[in-house]
């Protein structure tokens, strides 16, 4: 059986992501941080890693994104998992004035906190939430986590679909030591940098205009070595292997000081 590496505890949306991705015929295992997760896949002790890399609300998850670049692994697959977020508590709304979570489940619960003045608590994970309220065992904190989650630790669900908006997604990529082969309906990733000059990026998205290549994701990070040098995060539709995809990275490579292959990947759809 597979075994597959997701961060957080049981009940995680990550997990549930994963087991939604493999059918659930696979062992999930959890791990501490992302790094972590990535770690285990990288050494062998899973065959694949489960990584959130974006999120409908909140935007994209940086942490994930500055470890995709000095990951050995590929990116072999990806899934967009619809989150609904529930208050897990032991009480009612009436006497609750606190509440726990990763920092992305409150975000996108910002105004249900808000309309109910609760303190919100970070943590690590939202399952990780519920085992808090376990171990607090406070009537006025509660936490924000999926329904599974509830389920899992035995906590009562006050209530369900707390989000802000219900069009809630989280972007998952899937990775592994092994390239995915190709299908008709794929997605390549890269990563790049570029010389600080001025029209620098033009010169490296023309290459992709020109190829008629479709872009569908750019985002920059920060380099972490040089101040205000960036990072580019670039998702195409599109194999690495498709003649055309091979010449317009062939074409940017000299416009870039750094050039990553991410993987080519099926595109997954909403739904």
């Not at 409908?56 to 050995?72: C, F, P």
Request: proline share 4%; glycine share 6%; charged share 25%.
């Amino acid at each position: 059986m597979l075994k597959v590496a997701f961060q957080g505890e049981r009940g995680a949306y990550s997990e549930a992501a994963a087991m939604v991705f493999f059918k659930n015929s696979i062992e999930t295992m959890p791990f501490p941080t992302f790094h972590e997760v990535l770690e285990s896949t990288e050494v062998g002790k899973t065959d694949y890693a489960v990584l959130p890399v974006e999120n409908s609300l909140e935007g994209s998850v940086g942490e994930s994104y500055d470890l995709l670049l000095n990951t050995k692994l590929h990116a072999t697959g990806e899934i967009y998992h619809r989150i609904r977020h529930c208050l897990i508590g032991f009480d009612g709304l009436e006497k609750i004035d606190t509440v726990y979570s990763h920092p992305q489940a409150l975000g996108q619960c910002r105004k249900f906190i808000e309309d109910h003045h609760f303190k919100a608590i970070p943590t690590y994970d939202t399952a990780g939430s519920v085992k808090i309220l376990l171990e607090l065992k406070k009537d006025n904190i509660s936490c924000i986590a999926s329904r599974r989650a509830a389920e899992i630790y035995n906590v009562p669900i006050i209530k369900e679909g707390i989000e802000d908006n219900f069009n809630n997604y989280t972007r998952f990529l899937v990775l592994s030591n092994q390239k995915q082969d190709g299908t008709a309906k794929d997605k390549t990733s890269i990563i790049f940098s570029i010389k600080h000059t001025p029209g620098a990026l033009y010169s490296v998205i023309e290459k992709f205009h020109a190829n008629r290549i479709n872009l569908t994701k750019i985002e920059s990070r920060p380099t972490k070595t040089t101040p205000w040098e960036y990072n580019f995060y670039v998702d195409f539709e599109g194999n690495q292997n498709d003649r055309n995809v091979q010449d317009a990275l062939e074409k940017i490579k000299p416009n870039t000081i750094f050039l990553k292959i991410l993987g080519s990947y099926p595109r997954a759809e909403i739904g």
